[in-house]
């Protein structure tokens, strides 16, 4: 097992060749610093202290516990509209994404059997002219009952 100082040093390695400037100073990729160290034969303390700021796979009553700490928190974005430019990073980010049978049939999966979904448009008040476009479409159509 590696001791303090050696991991202290490698550390201290990784920050001298992959540490970069930021505005809150320097900060070290968590990848590079994560593949070096699973290297090493780590305590599980340093492990521990290696992972700080992944996602790790949280038990049940660990993740009731996250879930109760952050009830009621507002996102810190809620209500404020998206910028130009990150509209278009995102839609650049979804293009070309290709949805799986399997992922589709998550998707249905999770959305089947849900109590009190109410559509999207329900309650709206449809302006007079969408109403005349609505019967325009649907003339010569028989009706479904």
Known sequence: ??????VAAIMAD?????AYVSREGYEVGR????KKLSRQKLTPEDR????????HNVSDEGRDRIR????????????KPMSPEAKAKLSAALKGR???PEWRAKISA???GKANRVPWNKGRRL????RQAISRGRKGRLAVQ
């Not at 302006?127 to 969408?130: I, Q």
């Open 31 to 34: 990848t590079r610093v994560a």
């Open 1 to 6: 097992m590696a001791d303090r100082d050696e």
């Open 14 to 18: 990784i920050v001298a060749r992959w």
């Open 98 to 100: 290709i949805i799986t």
């Open 48 to 55: 521990r202290a290696s992972q700080v700021g992944k996602k």
């Open 68 to 79: 109760q700490a952050r009830l009621g928190r507002v996102p810190h974005n809620k209500g």
């Open 110 to 112: 999770g959305l089947k």
């Open 127 to 130: 302006t007079e002219e969408h």
